[in-house]
């Protein structure tokens, strides 16, 4: 029988996180999980989805607290689903709400990130402090969930909020493989649905080639999946892949990750100098 691997969740409470989260909890014997959220509130979804108050805690990663550190003692793998989120910026609906009227081109919304919570902040500074926190805490395994997009920095996602989503994430991802401390999988999801999960074939591809493709989504109990399979499948080790799923009915879901994983050769590239020369310019 293997060995059980405690995981410590970040991003627990989050529509991805507490998926990953139900996944863990349903094979209890092979995961003890643990959840990082940033609030008591987080911290009441997970004890309603059963995760024992000693494995929850609560903290900011960027103001110094020692939830960070609490929540990897002795942790086997870690799972980073944190990100920043946009909000729509809400006058400027009455915008797209008169172009629409007047059919005009460029309805489209503005967005904006909350203070502190801008993709620089949680996307890599926030990423950045729990990889070294994982390396401090003797942490093995990371798998990091991103986003597809980020081989152009020209992508319309980097100017959600003058954020430069898709830059940052890429950063972090950067840093994890040139830490050298874990065995790491990266991935690097479609637009995330909220249909079930399980009903798909998916489909994994490498630069963002898939975003050719006219259906490029992925639903987020799939990308939960993709992650908890990634911590007991060797062929998932040291990839750095990007997922989509097929339409309901469009082949076969897929239940074996051991072949998904393996049947793609190579990892998405990373540009010397590319993105760290785009954050410099920023």
């Known amino acids: 029988m293997a060995q059980q691997m405690t995981v410590t969740v970040t991003g627990a409470s989050g529509r991805t996180g507490t ?18 959220v940033r609030s008591e509130e987080g911290v009441k ?19 110094g607290t020692g939830a960070l550190k609490k929540s990897l003692q002795g942790a086997d793998a870690m799972i980073i689903a944190t990100s920043a989120i946009p909000e729509i910026r809400p006058l400027s609906l ?21 203070k502190d919570q801008y993709p620089e902040q949680v996307d890599w500074l926030g990423q950045k402090a729990q990889i070294d926190a994982a390396k401090e805490a003797g942490v093995k395994r990371v798998v990091l969930i991103s986003s597809m997009g980020g081989s152009d920095e020209n992508n319309p996602l980097n100017r959600l909020g003058g954020g430069k989503v898709l830059v940052w994430k890429r950063v972090a991802e950067e840093y994890l493989i040139d830490s050298k401390s874990f065995t790491y999988t990266i991935l690097h999801p479609g637009g995330l649905i909220d249909d079930e999960g399980g009903k798909r074939e998916l489909v994994l591809g490498l630069d963002d080639q898939l975003l050719k493709l006219e259906k490029r989504s992925i639903p987020r109990a799939d990308v939960a999946e993709l992650a908890v399979q990634a911590l007991s499948t060797p062929q998932a080790e040291y990839r750095s892949v990007d997922a989509i799923s097929k339409e309901p009915g469009d082949g076969q879901p897929t239940i074996d990750f051991a072949s998904l994983y393996g049947g793609l050769k190579g990892n998405c590239k990373y540009g010397p100098g590319s993105v760290k020369a785009a954050v410099s310019g920023k």
């Open 19 to 36: 998926l990953i989260v139900q996944k863990l909890l349903a094979q209890p014997e092979s995961f003890t999980v643990r959840g990082l």
């Open 45 to 63: 979804k997970l004890e309603a989805e059963g995760v024992p108050s000693s494995q929850l805690f609560a903290g900011d990663i960027l103001e």
């Open 94 to 114: 009455v915008r797209v709400f008169w172009k629409k009227l007047l059919r005009l081109e460029g309805a489209r919304p503005d967005f904006k990130f909350k």
